[in-house]
DNA sequence: TCATATACTATATATAGCACAGTAGTGATT
DNA sequence: AATCACTACTGTGCTATATATAGTATATGA
């Protein structure tokens, strides 16, 4: 049977890129920081593992640019930060979850009303 | 380079879930009304490909139990409805959905307060 | 009869999260 | 000086999900 924690992992789905990207348009940053941040975020926690494939793969699709610089403390660190396409694309992919959020927060609540009474809702 | 229609598919992972659930927590669906209603709703198009896979393996999971009848309108439809445990679940997922969501509404406001004074996205 | 809307089933593919393992530089403790 | 802990990036492979595609079968109306 399926795992009720991996869930989380599907939910998850677009939303890192999209939080990543975000940060990466509001400054420079590089991979182990990024991978602190979402880890300390409430209720999202995203290992190394994730984290720098998106980096590669955003990279790779011309949303992020990137150079290295020494560290001070420890190996010398690849800062990235969002091209002009990566801004525009962050606001694109927000308007977007803008959207599905509002959509799935519309099923609950018509959800949510009709439990207790017997109310059967138009969906 | 990642096309933007692609992220709607993965941002929609597990969501489509949690749609599904909840209607069949109300009341009683078959198959076809849930590709309809989930098609119908604003930002939020799901083909059957997507339903129907859904709906066996919440079954599978005991999540939902089904039975067939007879339709004046066509063929005969599988009534799905969820099972106690199918609506644990649901409540479970709506409290993981909210505090996602909660987080990365955090990160983009977070963005979005950043870029208020100075540039804004060119292209 | 043929077309159309209804309704479910089966198969195959692409992608993202992430577990796991590896490489390596730095500074502190022993 | 040698070990240890923290920092930081790279690479491989697994799994689950959405969805494209194709197929089957029923009822109704032209």
Redesign the interface.
């Known amino acids: 049977?399926?795992n009720?924690g991996n869930?989380?992992a599907?939910?998850?789905?677009?939303?890192v890129?999209?939080?990543i990207l975000?940060?990466a348009?509001?400054?420079e940053r590089y991979g182990y920081e990024l991978t602190s941040a979402l880890s300390s975020?409430?209720?999202?926690s995203v290992p190394e593992g994730t984290v720098y494939p998106v980096l590669r793969?955003l990279a790779a699709?011309?949303l992020l640019e990137s150079r290295w610089e020494e560290s001070s403390s420890g190996p010398p660190r690849k800062y990235y930060r969002a091209t002009?396409?990566g801004?525009?694309?962050?606001?694109?992919?927000?308007s977007?979850?803008r959207?599905?959020?509002?959509?799935?927060d519309?099923?609950?609540n018509?959800?949510q009303e009709?439990?207790g009474s017997g109310r059967?809702?138009e969906?």
Chains 1, 2 share one sequence.
């Open positions: 049977m399926t009720a869930w989380d599907q939910l998850k789905k677009g939303l890129e999209l939080c975000a940060m348009v509001e400054k975020a409430d209720g999202f793969r699709d011309g002009p396409r801004v525009a694309r962050l606001d694109q992919l927000i977007q979850w959207v599905t959020t509002a959509a799935v519309r099923f609950i018509d959800i009709g439990r059967s809702g969906l």
